[in-house]
């Protein structure tokens, strides 16, 4: 029967396993298959059954040690009805210094964002320290003098910050460091029409993106 749903999408951001592939295993449904997911790709959000749920994680491989070994993540997590999550999973698999971040979402409806979009940045990288956020048109424009989020620590996340649809540049800077800044220019996304759906992006109002 039709049930409350808590939806669910995952982000691989461990750098040292190769392609992952994320499930709940404590119930037969329709479940979460996040399947393949390489380092900085995400899921799309699905819908599965609330509360305690089992969340485990394998490499993929072609090597039957590795499939039938133990999962890489094996984590009980609470899942609320109708609640969206992002999961992250974050630091090194190997010597077991990963983990996840768990992250209820807020999302802006694009009702309320007009004509705007809506960004938020989450600090998923464990070793680097705390960092400050900005966001401007380019990744050429100078840095502005008052950042999104300052000395945001690892796991912290910020609200989402919203601008007009345009273009739309992420920004961290290393807080210890200065003049250490990655910079990222965000998707522009695509409007949709009568034969295509929309992609989500800085220049179609109404988007709602994560950095």
């Given at each position: ?120 940045a989450i600090h998923a990288a464990p070793t680097v320290g705390a960092v400050n956020i900005f966001v401007t048109d380019t990744i050429t424009d100078a840095l502005p003098a008052t950042p999104v989020a300052a000395n945001a620590a690892y796991g912290a996340r910020t609200g989402y910050v919203t601008r007009a649809a345009g273009r739309a540049a992420a920004r961290v800077q290393v807080a210890a460091t200065p003049a250490t ?31």
């Open positions: 029967p039709q049930t409350e749903q808590a939806f669910v999408r995952v982000i691989n951001a461990i750098p040292d396993t190769g392609a992952m592939v994320y499930g709940f295993r404590d119930r037969a449904e329709n479940p979460l298959e996040a399947s393949g997911l390489n380092f900085r790709q995400a899921s799309a959000y699905a819908g599965t059954a609330p509360g305690q749920r089992l969340l485990r994680a394998f490499v993929v491989s072609t090597v039957p040690a590795i499939v039938a070994g133990a999962p890489v993540i094996d984590q009980t997590v609470t899942l609320r009805a109708n609640q969206y999550y992002t999961i992250i999973h974050v630091g090194l698999a190997q010597g077991n210094r990963d983990s996840l971040l768990i992250i209820e979402d807020a999302i802006p409806t694009p009702a309320t964002l007009g004509a705007n979009v809506g960004i938020r800044v990655l910079s990222v220019q965000m998707q522009r996304g695509t409007a949709g029409t009568d034969q295509l759906n929309p992609e989500g992006g800085v220049a179609v109002a109404g988007s709602s993106m994560s950095v």
